[in-house]
């Protein structure tokens, strides 16, 4: 397909995706990164072993899950135009994005009732990173809450429909990868030691 066919609209649909994938493979190449420094400073002596995520990170993990199902859902709905449903699913997802943020932060507190904080004396570099690695995804995840807000806030002026969604798609396609990186970083975390 040659990209410089087709009206100027479809070219700057065109160029938005391809700044949305510029913009995630950034993403992929940073945590990359952080999991590879992860990997390199587990040869540490001072490095934990023997820890266990908290709890809430797998409770965090199912609901981030759930959300994009219901993202996926709510874009369904809107292909068939069913407004209602459409609504309802945008509006669930925007709450278990929000729950997803509070089970992080559940999270952190199980980490610190363990006795380790972020820095300082009762630091361990294991849980640092683990810290770093979590607040930097919930950055990117409040990025999406905010993009699923202004798709929430355009569906409500009735903006999209079935053959006009870019806004809703770009989102869409950023809340899944989100939810994916959060996924993977789970397993990593739950499987290197």
């Not at 609901?63 to 068939?80: D, G, M, P, Q, R």
């Amino acid at each position: 397909m040659d990209l410089t066919q087709g009206t100027l609209e479809e070219k700057n649909n065109r160029a938005k995706k391809m700044m949305l994938w510029f913009g995630i493979i950034s993403l992929i190449m940073s945590f990359a990164g952080l999991t590879s420094a992860y990997v390199v400073s587990s040869s540490r002596p001072d490095w934990l072993k023997d820890f266990q995520l908290p709890n809430a990170f797998i409770i965090s993990t199912v609901v981030i899950i759930l959300s994009s199902i219901t993202f996926f859902l709510a874009k369904k709905s809107l292909k068939n135009n069913k407004k209602q449903a459409t609504t309802i699913f945008l509006l669930v997802t925007l709450i278990l994005g929000i729950l997803f943020v509070f089970n992080q932060f559940n999270g952190f507190q199980e980490i610190i009732n363990l006795g380790y904080n972020f820095t300082g004396p009762t630091s361990n570099v294991t849980m640092s990173y683990i810290y770093l690695i979590a607040v930097v995804h919930i950055i990117h995840v409040v990025v999406g809450l905010i993009c699923l807000l202004i798709v929430i806030y355009n569906h409500f002026k009735q903006k999209y429909h079935p053959t006009k969604m870019l806004g809703f798609e770009l989102t869409l396609t950023y809340w899944h990868f989100v939810d994916i990186l959060w996924v993977y970083l789970f397993l990593f975390l739950y499987f290197v030691r």
